[in-house]
């Protein structure tokens, strides 16, 4: 198609007005601006937008050379926001940029993660519109910090309140998720009831505890606070762990054990593989709301799907 001659125009017609300070980049860009309608401005006047090289210092507001370029090659105005440029000339990441690294890079491991493979990949793959440095760089120092932030107090309260939470996500993404893969938000009706009733609770689960290096009987369960807290922060040091492990959030973390029963090393495994070990399937909020269902028939669909001993700890799971 024709490289359109309104390409730096705004809305209203009048003539994008670019600063760019002399030297190869001005001239390299100046007839590509021109041929579009725009207009270059002699100093940064008000209202004209300034330019700056990927790399170099930056005042605030300014914004990446490639703006124009992209314009061009897409033949159409493309709104400033995601070339604008941190003060220190890097160009700056987007919210849909931040999101697209997450989804990447989850379940990925620690190892891979932190090595140079998985970011060459991403860049090849125009995942953003940055070098694979920078976005090893983005995950590493910013992102992943802030997924790792652990619970700062053992307050079973608060525990409950992030099983709530988790468990409010996956009533509302589940019915639109498959849900074999593991960065899908499952709906465990009555399970995020079971998980939020206290740390205590998760942790001292009948048989098939979800933490049985801890493991208690129902009738010794601890009934103090001091108890109490050892009991949630060894959930929290869990949580951390797989966290860590596979570099995921704590919602991710929390759907996997729900989607497991409860089952420690059935959940690593899940967060490692998207599957199950015994190769049979994780349990969805249409599989908990079937085993609601006070039907033999029913009941021995579930076995046949997961196997009897499996239905058996979903019960004990559930009424825990």
Not at 122 to 128: H, I, V, W, Y
Request: charged share 30%.
């Amino acid at each position: 198609a024709a490289r359109s001659r309104s390409l730096f125009l705004w809305d209203d017609g009048r003539p994008m007005r670019f600063y760019l300070r002399p030297g190869l980049a001005k001239l390299r860009l100046a007839p590509l601006v021109l041929a579009g309608g725009g207009r270059l401005c002699r100093v940064l006047e008000p209202g004209a937008v300034l330019l700056a090289q990927p790399g170099e210092a930056a005042a605030d507001g300014a914004v990446s050379t490639e703006y124009v370029t992209e314009c061009v090659e897409r033949n159409q105005r493309l709104p400033l926001e995601p070339f604008l440029l941190a003060a220190r000339g890097r160009l700056a990441f987007t919210e849909a940029e931040d999101a697209a690294l997450l989804r990447a890079v989850r379940g990925q491991g620690t190892v891979r993660v932190s090595g140079c493979a998985l970011w060459i990949e991403l860049e090849r793959s125009g995942l953003t519109r940055h070098s694979w440095q920078a976005m090893r760089d983005r995950y590493l120092r910013h992102l992943r910090p802030r997924l790792w932030e652990p619970p700062r107090t053992e307050d079973p309260t608060q525990i409950k309140g992030l099983f709530a939470a988790a468990n409010r996500e996956f009533e509302s993404t589940e019915s639109e998720s498959d849900s074999s893969d593991v960065a899908e938000l499952s709906t465990q009706d009555g399970v995020g009831k079971s998980l939020g009733e206290t740390a205590s609770d998760l942790k001292t689960g009948p048989e098939d505890s979800a933490f049985p290096d801890i493991q208690l009987q129902r009738q010794e369960r601890p009934k103090s606070n001091c108890s109490s807290s050892s009991v949630v922060g060894q959930v929290v040091k869990t949580m951390e762990h797989f966290m860590e492990k596979f570099a995921v959030d704590l919602f991710t973390v929390t759907q996997a054990f729900l989607k497991n029963s409860g089952d420690v090393e059935a959940t690593s495994y899940f967060l490692q593989t998207g599957q199950r070990s015994d190769g049979y399937p994780v349990w969805s909020r249409e599989d908990d709301l079937e085993l609601q269902k006070d039907d033999e028939h029913v009941r021995n669909k579930l076995i046949a799907k997961f196997g009897a001993e499996n239905v058996a700890k979903r019960i004990a799971f559930r009424e825990s």
